[in-house]
């Protein structure tokens, strides 16, 4: 089972920008971004297919990108114009394994 560890994120201001990576102990396929707010479920953010096709959901399109790097077996989320709602602990998903969490902080 492919390992997903993560880095990036920690605490912005509204409007700022941050980026988060995940990189992956094997090869990487469809990757995913998600993201889990205190008291909420877990959300769906972000997909990238192999062959570089992406999906965002609409709270966060035109903000977020996501990205891949496959000879570094490593994807992205570059998060821009951030803001408070966007606050969440942020997972990046392979359809099999989740990578530990990443908490992303937006406040003044």
């Known amino acids: 089972q492919v390992q997903l560890v993560q880095s990036g994120g920690g605490l912005v201001q509204p409007g700022g920008s941050l980026r988060l990576s995940c990189t992956a102990s094997g090869t990487i396929y469809t990757m995913m971004w998600y993201r889990q707010a205190p008291g909420k479920q877990r959300e769906w953010v972000a997909t990238?297919?192999?062959?570089?096709?992406?999906r965002y959901a609409d709270s966060v399109k035109g903000r977020f990108t996501i990205s891949r790097d496959n000879a570094k077996n490593t994807v992205f989320l570059q998060m821009n114009s951030l803001k408070p709602e966007d606050t969440a602990v942020y997972y990046c998903?392979?359809?099999?394994?989740w990578g530990q969490g990443t908490q992303v902080n937006v406040s003044s």
């Open positions: 990238i297919l192999s062959g570089g096709s992406t």
């Open positions: 998903y392979d359809s099999s394994s």
